[in-house]
């Protein structure tokens, strides 16, 4: 499968082949995390009219720093921390909101059945505790 920056095996919501229409916020965020988290080389995407990026594992509670604290952003609440299992890996997908400039934002990471392990973001956000631990209990992920 040819990879978009909006269309994922696991997880996109666009058809294969096309692009989902971003209202111009949207695009206007997406510019923003591409410049505040080039350092963690995100793959772009979105759902609906939502941006998401993926991440890589050990990059997850570092960026999430940076999306709570970097004031073009201020993705101050952790909505929801949700695992998914896709058979090969589990995904965990959070979902953030920044009431000052009324945006959401998904980020999501895979990782392996064999060492399903990722760094907490309790530190960020408090709230992650609660999700962490349900993730924990159905999946077996252990937040470092």
């Not at 939502?50 to 604290?69: N, Q, Y």
């Not at 201020?74 to 995904?91: I, M, N, P, T, W």
């Amino acid at each position: 499968m040819t990879e978009s920056p909006n269309t994922r095996e696991h997880g996109g919501h666009a058809a294969e082949g096309s692009e989902p229409a971003l209202s111009e916020r949207a695009q206007a965020l997406q510019k923003l995390l591409q410049d505040a988290l080039k350092d963690f080389q995100p793959l772009m995407g979105a759902s609906l009219d939502i941006p998401e990026i993926t991440l890589e594992p050990e990059k997850v509670a570092d960026a999430c720093c940076i999306l709570k604290d970097e004031p073009r952003l201020s993705f101050r609440l952790l909505l929801c921390l949700a695992g998914v299992d896709y058979k090969e890996h589990f995904q965990i997908v959070y979902i953030l909101l920044s009431l000052e400039h009324e945006q959401k934002l998904i980020v999501k990471t895979n990782v392996p059945y064999d060492n399903p392990r990722l760094p907490t973001v309790t530190p960020v956000w408090r709230a992650a505790e609660w999700y962490e631990r349900e993730a924990h209990d159905l999946f077996g992920v252990t937040f470092d």
